[in-house]
């Protein structure tokens, strides 16, 4: 059974910047597929970064191209999502995600942690 556990979100002034952490627990398997998603009040959830945990291979989204990086520490079974130039739009809740490669949606989310840019 996997379990995703978020953590660094908060409040933060536009321009500033927060580090997102995903811990898996019970994750088995080499290449997996990880992601962070957010959701907006009244907006439907989307794909913010996405990266393969065995090659390293990333996606972003055009909106938070350049200022977002999505990285791994494999030894810590831990995702991270760095947020610079942080954007009134990028209050949202945010969750972690992961699957199976071979999985076409994913299916192991986090429970969220909130992160307000005023």
């Known amino acids: 059974h996997v379990q995703l556990v978020e953590s660094g979100g908060g409040s933060v002034q536009a321009g500033g910047s927060l580090r997102l952490s995903c811990a898996a627990s019970?994750?088995?398997?080499?290449?997996?597929?990880m992601a962070w998603f957010r959701q907006a009040p009244g907006k439907e959830r989307e794909v913010v970064a996405t990266?393969?945990?065995?090659?390293?291979?990333?996606y972003y989204a055009d909106s938070v191209k350049g200022r977002f990086t999505i990285s791994q520490d494999n030894a810590k079974d831990t995702v991270y999502l760095q947020m610079n130039s942080l954007k009134p739009g990028g209050t949202a809740m945010y969750y972690c995600?992961?699957?199976?490669?071979?999985?076409?949606?994913?299916?192991?989310w986090g429970q969220g942690t909130q992160v307000t840019v005023s």
């Open positions: 019970g994750y088995t398997g080499w290449r997996n597929c």
């Open positions: 995600a992961a699957r199976a490669c071979s999985r076409s949606g994913y299916n192991y």
């Open positions: 990266i393969v945990t065995g090659a390293g291979s990333t």
